[in-house]
């Protein structure tokens, strides 16, 4: 018995756009619904749990940011939001909100498409680290892949799945200096795209596991090049 097509809402109030989109997602095989409504996009997506959602930010009744958050409040759905070309700042609170990438507008529906491959590909993954693998530790901060748990101090720290993964990824490989481009193809899978993703989700796992976010003692940035993993304390002289 084959596996069930994945499923996608598309949420524009353009027809135009809900149309090609769901035109080429079906051509992919992909089942799709849609809506240009913001409190029934909601609605659709609690009552469908879709396997993906195409977000535009831009809708009447409840914008795409208050729906991506309840959302994400109740169902670990994966969202791809569609944003203005100038709207960085919409763009860096949703993905602060928990959405995994944006696609500007005008977009290719190509692209779009290529992003839901990659997005529902890295979702059905195995998490990057083998169960089998003892914990991560690093001074105060201990990381179980077998449980998925992230402790600093003996306290739990709640990450989502992506902030645990990056967690993951950089402490497996401390003192080496990764590009953003690099935590993009390993941690997210995407060989193209915008990097603020990656910024965005360092400095959330920051607030997390840092004393101090604005002088990190674990994940540091070396300028002009990237981030890496400090696992021991830095030393005077």
Not at 194 to 215: C, F, G, Q, Y
Request: proline content about 5%; overall charge negative.
């Amino acid at each position: 018995m084959s596996a069930p097509r994945p499923s996608v809402l598309v949420v524009d109030d353009d027809p135009n756009v809900v149309e090609v989109l769901c035109r080429y997602l079906e051509r992919e095989g992909y089942r799709v619904a849609s809506a240009s409504d913001g409190k029934v996009a909601l609605e659709m997506a609690l009552d469908l749990l879709p396997d993906l959602v195409v977000l535009d930010l831009m809708l009447s009744g409840m914008d795409g940011l208050e729906v991506c958050r309840r959302l994400r409040q109740v169902a670990p759905i994966p969202v791809i939001m569609l944003t203005a070309r100038g709207d960085e700042s919409d763009r860096l609170v949703g993905l602060e909100l928990g959405a995994d990438d944006y696609v500007s507008k005008p977009f290719s529906p190509r692209e779009v498409v290529a992003r839901v491959k990659a997005v529902l590909r890295r979702a059905s993954q195995a998490p990057i680290v083998a169960a089998d693998v003892g914990p991560l530790v690093a001074r105060d901060l201990v990381v179980d892949a077998r449980s998925r748990e992230c402790r600093l101090g003996g306290r739990m720290v709640t990450l989502t799945a992506r902030e645990f993964d990056l967690l993951v990824f950089v402490m497996r490989q401390p003192r080496k200096v990764f590009r953003r481009e690099e935590l993009l193809e390993q941690v997210w899978g995407y060989t193209y795209g915008d990097t603020s993703t990656v910024t965005v989700h360092v400095r959330r796992l920051r607030e997390k596991i840092e004393e101090d976010p604005s002088s990190p003692r674990y994940l540091t940035t070396v300028w002009g090049v990237g981030y890496r993993f400090e696992d021991e304390m830095e030393t005077d002289g």
